[in-house]
């Protein structure tokens, strides 16, 4: 065994009570050479304490700016089978539902050209196959798509669509999210292989607020599902939760954001304000026998999560309250080529969407893009620093106010 195979401080990690990744990369170790000295380059990182990868840019294939992220090692002299060690990404399809055939299919392909080693599946949606080297990525890209498989997105274009499992195995989804998702991926597929942009832009879909993809802490556009009516509250269901001897106040009521639901211990009834109601879904997961969404649904829109690049990690913001969400999704699709085109002329170089919003100011992104300022988009007067109101509206609208007094 010579040195660089000798791995103690990677042995330490398959002690734990948990499966290991060193346990996987081990075995496509004995298959693949690529897999050995991943092993080798890992061990040395953590005794140098400092990654040895360099980011390579986009490593492209035919036809596609994007797709496939370049990785380099700086100790190719000591672990050549790395020295290139590119991660193709492979659009998932929508809510991740595979046949077995379709999974085999892909790891076929991939142990035939690359290291073996998957990640199932990235924080931008895909289906991950870790390292290759340069002139195994058009064979590799030519075979997937011979299997009906397409890349998805790297570098400064749309990633990949993702959405939650929906209706496919969800009682709560409120759109269908895994045709939104199938659809809008087709309908932008320029966006998704051709780098164009300041930066990346995401697209995630979440069939209700528990929203399951993180949509609104880590999208650029997040579509949430949601209702416009009120919850819908069957009371003989109430009345056996209580029976059972669930704490409905303490619960439900008490936790509930907004306090707009009412519930009379005497009579057994749960009441619920539905102005009030900002409809984050606590209560129908609580109770789900009980409380059921209402009847007119839909999404809300909206616009700014990111992680920490430009400017520091940011939650998104309302920036449609309601849309319906039905095929072919038209006024959704219209609404985002407004939002990309006025990014792409304001933004500047790796500026995500929130960020050039947060710069310039949600106001004049709102008349730029062509839409109405909506209570929605504040928490609380003057809390939220996005929205402005231009010096002469005020003049009109006090100038208004006053003549309505005469």
Same mark, same amino acid.
């Given at each position: 065994m010579?040195?660089?195979?000798?791995?103690?401080?990677?042995?330490?990690?398959?002690?734990?009570?948990?499966?290991?990744?060193?346990t996987?990369?081990?075995?496509?170790?004995?298959?693949?050479?690529?897999?050995?000295?991943?092993?080798?380059?890992?061990?040395?990182?953590?005794?140098?304490?400092?990654?040895?990868?360099?980011?390579?840019?986009?490593?492209?294939?035919?036809?596609?700016?994007?797709?496939?992220?370049?990785?380099?090692?700086?100790?190719?002299?000591?672990?050549?089978?790395?020295?290139? =060690?590119?991660?193709?990404?492979?659009?998932a399809?929508?809510?991740w539902?595979?046949?077995?055939?379709?999974?085999?299919?892909?790891?076929?392909i991939?142990?035939?050209?690359?290291?073996?080693?998957?990640?199932?599946?990235?924080?931008?949606?895909?289906?991950?196959?870790?390292?290759?080297?340069?002139?195994?990525?058009?064979?590799?890209?030519?075979?997937?798509?011979?299997?009906?498989?397409d890349?998805?997105?790297?570098?400064?274009?749309?990633?990949?669509?993702?959405?939650?499992?929906?209706?496919?195995?969800?009682?709560?989804?409120?759109?269908?999210?895994?045709?939104?998702?199938?659809?809008?991926?087709?309908?932008?597929?320029?966006?998704?292989?051709?780098?164009?942009?300041?930066?990346?832009s995401?697209?995630?879909?979440?069939?209700?607020?528990n929203?399951?993809?993180?949509?609104?802490?880590?999208?650029?556009?997040?579509?949430?599902g949601?209702?416009?009516?009120?919850?819908?509250?069957?009371?003989?269901?109430?009345?056996q939760?209580?029976?059972?001897?669930l704490?409905?106040?303490?619960?439900?009521v008490?936790?509930?954001?907004?306090?707009?639901?009412?519930?009379?211990?005497?009579?057994?009834?749960?009441?619920?304000?539905?102005?009030?109601?900002t409809?984050c879904?606590?209560?129908?997961?609580v109770?789900?026998?009980?409380?059921?969404?209402?009847?007119?649904?839909?999404?809300?829109i909206?616009?700014?999560?990111?992680?920490?690049i430009?400017?520091?990690?940011f939650?998104?913001?309302?920036?449609?309250? =309601?849309?319906?969400?039905?095929?072919?999704?038209?006024?959704?699709?219209?609404?985002v080529?407004r939002?990309?085109?006025?990014?792409?002329?304001?933004?500047?170089?790796?500026e995500?969407?929130?960020?050039?919003?947060?710069?310039?100011?949600m106001?004049k =992104?709102l008349?730029?893009?062509?839409?109405?300022?909506?209570?929605?988009?504040?928490?609380r007067?003057r809390?939220?620093?996005?929205?402005?109101?231009?010096?002469?509206?005020? =003049?009109?609208?006090?100038?208004?106010q006053?003549?309505d007094?005469?």
């Open positions: 010579d040195e660089n195979s000798k791995t103690p401080q990677l042995d330490e990690l398959e002690t734990g009570p948990w499966p290991s990744f060193v996987e990369i081990k075995k496509a170790a004995e298959k693949s050479e690529m897999s050995a000295d991943l092993l080798g380059v890992l061990e040395r990182s953590y005794e140098d304490k400092v990654g040895h990868w360099k980011h390579g840019g986009i490593v492209g294939v035919k036809g596609y700016g994007g797709g496939v992220v370049g990785r380099y090692t700086d100790l190719p002299e000591e672990f050549p089978n790395v020295s290139e =060690f590119h991660t193709m990404r492979v659009n399809p929508s809510g539902f595979y046949t077995t055939d379709a999974l085999r299919t892909v790891c076929d991939w142990e035939r050209h690359g290291s073996g080693i998957t990640n199932m599946h990235g924080s931008t949606g895909d289906l991950i196959l870790l390292g290759m080297k340069t002139e195994e990525l058009q064979p590799t890209f030519n075979e997937l798509a011979e299997n009906g498989f890349l998805g997105g790297s570098g400064s274009d749309l990633r990949s669509p993702s959405c939650c499992c929906g209706p496919g195995r969800c009682e709560y989804a409120c759109y269908d999210t895994l045709d939104m998702c199938y659809d809008i991926t087709n309908e932008f597929q320029d966006e998704l292989h051709r780098p164009m942009w300041p930066y990346k995401k697209i995630k879909m979440s069939g209700c607020a929203d399951c993809v993180a949509a609104a802490a880590r999208a650029d556009i997040s579509v949430i949601t209702w416009r009516d009120t919850i819908i509250i069957d009371q003989d269901a109430v009345k939760y209580a029976a059972d001897g704490d409905i106040r303490e619960a439900v008490e936790r509930c954001p907004t306090r707009c639901l009412t519930y009379d211990q005497e009579t057994g009834e749960l009441t619920v304000n539905g102005s009030e109601c409809r879904m606590h209560c129908v997961n109770m789900c026998k009980a409380i059921k969404q209402g009847e007119e649904k839909g999404a809300t909206l616009l700014g999560a990111k992680s920490t430009v400017k520091s990690a939650m998104s913001w309302v920036l449609v309250p =309601f849309m319906k969400m039905e095929a072919p999704y038209t006024e959704f699709k219209e609404l080529n939002i990309w085109d006025w990014w792409d002329e304001n933004g500047k170089t790796r995500r969407i929130g960020e050039t919003v947060y710069r310039i100011g106001g =992104f008349r730029e893009v062509g839409m109405e300022a909506v209570p929605q988009m504040v928490y007067p809390a939220n620093p996005y929205v402005f109101w231009p010096q002469e509206e005020i =003049f009109q609208e006090a100038a208004g006053a003549e007094q005469d």
